[in-house]
């Protein structure tokens, strides 16, 4: 129903910033709740940050809290992962997903995924 397109990956040096970018091509963007996932080698995808339909509501895992925020502009269909104080632990590839009517973290909720970009962050 909703197609997703992700940018802003890349490759940064451990400390520095990076702004993850995703697009939805929908006419009713305001009424998804959207998550930002990340999947590193050899581990589970987890979900680092949520955001409900308005911008008043957020989750974070607690290793990004403080690091990262996660916010959506409804008028630009657009929602943002801002990284900060990136370390090599973050290395990963970052996914953004939405959900019509879920306010969890379980990934098998989200119905409509992104491609993926990478973050990859040297020490």
């Known amino acids: 129903q909703v197609q997703l397109a992700e940018s802003g990956g890349g490759l940064v040096q451990a400390g520095g910033s990076l702004r993850l970018s995703c697009t939805a091509s929908?006419?009713?963007?305001?009424?998804?709740?959207m998550g930002w996932f990340r999947q590193a080698p050899g581990k589970e995808r987890e979900c680092v940050a949520r955001?409900?339909?308005?911008?008043?509501?957020?989750f974070y895992a607690d290793s990004v809290k403080g690091r990262f925020t996660i916010s959506r502009d409804n008028a630009k269909n657009t929602v943002y992962l801002q990284m900060n104080n990136l370390k090599p632990e973050d290395t990963a590839v970052y996914y953004c997903?939405?959900?019509?009517?879920?306010?969890?973290?379980?990934?098998?909720?989200?119905?409509?995924w992104g491609q993926g970009t990478q973050v990859t962050v040297a020490s």
């Open positions: 955001i409900a339909y308005t911008a008043g509501g957020t």
């Open positions: 997903a939405a959900s019509i009517a879920y306010y969890g973290s379980a990934s098998a909720m989200y119905h409509n």
């Open positions: 929908t006419r009713t963007f305001s009424s998804y709740v």
